[in-house]
């Protein structure tokens, strides 16, 4: 098959032309310094998916080799994030072997979905999910994480879960078992981690004048930066081996024994066993699994799609193709989910270190995957003596950066009205759940679309022409006006006609690009009434199309004006409107004149009383 045919199948086999011994070294280099990162990391996002950590290392080689061979952008890299495990730990606290039949499933399903997606071109569903609710979304996400990691911070025992109340009222109720060992670990594991992470924004290299040792300890002081995680989990894991082998008693919660060796090739399990609440095995249909997972089977692909296309987006720009990351995502999953792959999507901190390392194509998340697996092959045995405090330390110093005060302030000063949507996803997120309350965000956001849509604002003024002649200009703000809004296009003129008295009314259609069928006749009864009180409806800079919606629906010549100055040509051949003027005016002479009459007649008895 010729290259350029292939290259239709496999967009990413194009990276391999022109493909140099330097983009090949860049690329190992920046694969190595991933893996470096994806490999603590793994380890824990599985333990906070509720599953054994080697399911992390599974999740972490297949997204890469498929992400290279069907991704548009360099530094995307593909994996378990924080967020998806959090979400999937929801499903994996069954007990017996259900926690990884139940993770794997979803990894499929999600990735399903996510080609069906891309299929039907529906990635702009992600467009409806504003950045309020986002910022709500991701910051509420962070701190049920790092609340559900603080029981392995304090080396309390069991899991830690995905609630936010139930996790805070169990480690509240267990302090008085919290392990000093543990404890100490943690906090000397974040502090080394925080301190680590601004180390290379220290301009210590510049100090040194040699141009040679410059770029020497510019370039150690980056390395030691970003490989900080795995840093940091090698020291802790030597300190524990050193004293969880000579003595009885360890210190550390550990990680426990990491089957070694590469995962199974197999089907995802349609068909699982559940503890029961008496001690009981209790078997699971397909059908039963489905329903457990529920919303979550299209929450957790939408917010995969969601942080996938933002991340290419950042670093590939606006010229890389939604359906096409779509489908290197769907199928990450899907063929993770035959190695017994944990939900995966892209990893913003690691595609940062991607981009940070010089990765020159998405080959580099090739070598990160052998990587990965060489660490399931040879290392293994090893991550035994990770201690579990350590892992927390990892979560916790990743996503307090999450959190994002930031935006906030900016909010508040330019639109108070979107911090709404973005405090309910916040709060119900904590409450509740994280699916309801992006829900509900989602919910918040387009009830003020729909609200916007029925009622647009409106600007009502009374002006006069150049020869004098008075008219009411309605002009509103939007470019659409649909069915919901159109009684409250008719109050409004009312309004405008009570207010300002009687005068032509004329509708500035300049930026109103589109009338639904109702909304046209609304319009059309519109037109009857006020022509049954004598007040002409004229339509000012009205685009060609919404003339003939208007014509075709009611039947009715709108008259069209292209500028106010031309009302006056008009209004001089209805002479319906001329008498109506010749009509009101001596009523509201005469109104006027009884009006000063009866302030004399007030006044004449004042100055009697006086008197």
Not at 122 to 141: E, M, N, R
Not at 206 to 224: D, E, K, P, T, Y
Not at 255 to 275: C, N
Not at 327 to 337: D, E, H, P, Q, T
Request: proline share 5%; hydrophobic share 45%.
């Amino acid at each position: 098959m010729p290259l350029k045919s292939l290259s239709v199948l496999l967009p990413g086999i194009k990276w391999l032309h022109g493909y140099t011994a330097q983009d090949a070294v860049a690329d190992l280099i920046a694969g190595i310094t991933v893996g470096l990162t994806v490999l603590p990391q793994g380890l824990a996002y599985a333990t906070l998916a509720g599953l054994e950590p080697q399911y992390g290392l599974y999740s972490s080689f297949v997204g890469g080799i498929v992400y290279a061979m069907l991704g548009s952008c360099r530094q995307v890299t593909i994996g378990p994030t924080a967020l998806l495990a959090l979400m999937t730990s929801r499903h994996t606290g069954f007990g017996l072997d259900s926690g990884p039949a139940y993770g794997i499933l979803l990894c499929l399903i999600s990735g399903v979905v996510e080609l069906g997606m891309a299929v039907l071109k529906l990635g702009a569903l992600v467009d409806l999910i504003s950045l309020p609710v986002t910022v709500g979304f991701t910051s509420a996400t962070a701190v049920i994480i790092g609340t559900s990691q603080l029981k392995g911070l304090l080396g309390l025992r069991g899991g830690s879960g995905s609630d936010f109340i139930n996790t805070m009222r169990s480690v509240f109720g267990n302090l008085s078992q919290v392990r000093r060992g543990d404890l100490t670990l943690g906090l000397v594991s974040i502090s080394v981690l925080l301190l680590l992470r601004r180390l290379k924004t220290v301009k210590v290299a510049q100090r040194v004048r040699n141009l040679r040792a410059q770029q020497l300890l510019s370039g150690s002081i980056w390395v030691v930066s970003t490989g900080r995680n795995a840093l940091v989990v090698l020291v802790s894991s030597v300190l524990a081996y050193s004293q969880c082998k000579s003595q009885d008693s360890c210190p550390f919660i550990l990680t426990g024994k990491v089957k070694s060796g590469l995962p199974s090739l197999a089907l995802p399990k349609f068909e699982t066993t559940i503890m029961g609440k008496n001690g009981t095995e209790v078997p699971q249909t397909f059908e039963q699994m489905l329903s457990e997972l529920g919303p979550s089977m299209l929450i957790l692909p939408i917010i995969a799609v969601l942080g996938n296309v933002a991340i290419s987006k950042a670093f590939g720009g606006a010229g890389l193709s939604p359906t096409r990351e779509l489908v290197a995502l769907s199928l990450s999953n899907i063929c993770g989910a035959f190695c017994s792959s944990m939900p995966v999507t892209g990893s913003f901190s690691r595609s940062a270190v991607n981009h940070a390392s010089g990765v020159r194509t998405p080959i580099g998340g090739c070598y990160t995957s052998v990587l990965v697996l060489l660490a399931l092959s040879l290392l293994a045995p090893y991550f035994q003596y990770i201690p579990k405090a350590a892992l927390s330390a990892v979560i916790i110093s990743a996503v307090i950066f999450m959190i994002e005060f930031e935006v906030i302030r900016p909010l508040w000063r330019c639109s108070r009205r979107e911090l709404l949507p973005g405090a309910i996803t916040f709060v119900m997120s904590l409450a509740i759940g994280v699916e309801i309350g992006l829900l509900l965000g989602v919910g918040a956001d387009v009830a003020f679309l729909v609200y916007r849509a029925a009622r647009p604002v409106l600007s009502v003024s009374k002006l006069q022409t150049i020869n004098g002649m008075s008219y009411i200009l309605i002009r509103p703000k939007h470019s659409s006006l649909y069915f919901p809004a159109i009684e409250w296009v008719r109050s409004g003129i009312s309004k405008a006609l009570s207010t300002h008295g009687t005068a032509p009314v004329v509708l500035d259609c300049a930026h109103v690009h589109d009338f639904d069928f109702t909304a046209a006749r609304g319009m059309g009864s519109l037109y009857k009434e006020l022509a049954k009180a004598n007040v002409p409806l004229f339509l000012m800079s009205a685009h060609k199309d919404i003339s003939v919606i208007l014509k075709e629906s009611t039947n009715i010549d709108f008259p069209t004006i292209d500028c106010p100055n031309d009302l006056e040509s008009l209004v001089e051949q209805m002479p319906d409107f001329e008498l109506h003027l010749q009509v009101t005016a001596p009523l509201v002479e005469s109104k006027m004149l009884q009006t000063v009459e009866a302030n004399a007649t007030e006044l004449s008895k004042l100055t009697t009383s006086s008197a």
